[in-house]
């Protein structure tokens, strides 16, 4: 079993900045992708940013330019820095790890980005 714990979350005015965090503990043997999504009332949940254990990354357009996925295989933990923030990006985030083809879910952070 992994358990993952998110941070960072929170209020925010258009065009700042937060910064995800989500660390990983258990029964971790090897770590292969790590990755943030986010879920609207409603909506599927959907691909924020991913990274390979090799640190290949990929974002979903919307995120390009302003969000930047990063990992810390040694802490088991993936980040998330999200500049320039908007409205739209407000919704749950989850952080998401798949060890040996199982996934597991953080149990989400609310970003709400407001004036």
């Known amino acids: 079993q992994v358990q993952l714990v998110e941070s960072g979350g929170g209020l925010v005015q258009p065009g700042g900045s937060l910064r995800l965090s989500c660390a990983a503990s258990?029964?971790?043997?090897?770590?292969?992708?790590m990755g943030w999504y986010r879920q609207v009332p409603g909506k599927q949940r959907e691909l924020v940013a991913t990274?390979?254990?090799?640190?290949?990354?990929r974002y979903a357009e919307s995120t390009k330019g302003r969000f930047t996925i990063s990992r810390d295989n040694a802490k088991d933990a993936v980040y998330l820095q999200m500049n320039n923030l908007d409205p739209e990006d407000t919704t749950v985030y989850y952080c998401n790890v798949v060890v040996i083809t199982q996934a597991y879910w953080g149990q989400g952070t609310q970003v709400t980005v407001s004036s």
């Open positions: 258990g029964n971790i043997f090897s770590i292969d992708a």
């Open positions: 990274i390979t254990s090799g640190g290949s990354t």
